[in-house]
């Protein structure tokens, strides 16, 4: 099964089972491409947010008119900021940042309750790498893309470019099918 991906100068589609690696400076408009990436040819989508509360996710996919109801959050990081969590049908938490496992968990959970096209938005290894460490990140994202091959989904895995040294982006780089490359200028290449 194939998935389009309609993110500008990337291919038309892409084979399920596949993650992509979105490389992006510290302050790069990662937003408009993750949404791009979620909202074309989707049944369910699952945001793993371990960069922003599941509040801000669900503003950040209204305002960029993504259907919400076809969402799913897990979030990371409410528990690190002091802020209540609330779970409900859609919106899930781990116990800490540094929950890597539940992290994995959580999206197995989802990949094996949800049909159809489903696709996975991880934001970000880098702070996973962050929370944890790089090591554990890695097998954390190996992990992931190997749930990914299983259930015929897609994901999008986004890694800052300005926090890792070049070692780490090429040891990264070569777990994925493709490499999107969003510069400081907001353009967009593939590899």
Sequence with gaps: M???LAIENTPDSIPGGTGLLLLHPSIGETDRIDTDFLKTDT?????VSTRTTAREVEQKLE?????????????????????????????HYVRSP???????EQVR???ETHDGK???????????AYYADVD????????????????DAVGLFHLSKEVHDDETLDRFRELFYGVIDLNVDGDVSYE
């Design 63 to 91: 305002y960029y008119d993504v259907d919400e109801s076809r969402a799913v959050i897990l979030d990371s990081i409410s528990v690190e900021r002091g802020y209540s969590r609330r779970r409900t049908e859609n919106i």
């Design 136 to 151: 554990e990140a890695y097998a954390a994202t190996e992990e992931l893309l190997d749930l990914l091959k299983e259930h």
């Design 98 to 104: 540094d929950d890597l496992a539940g992290i994995v």
């Design 2 to 4: 194939d998935y389009t």
């Design 118 to 128: 489903l696709r996975v938005s991880v934001d970000s290894v880098t702070e996973m």
């Design 109 to 111: 959970n989802f990949l």
């Design 43 to 47: 049944d369910h989508f699952l945001v």
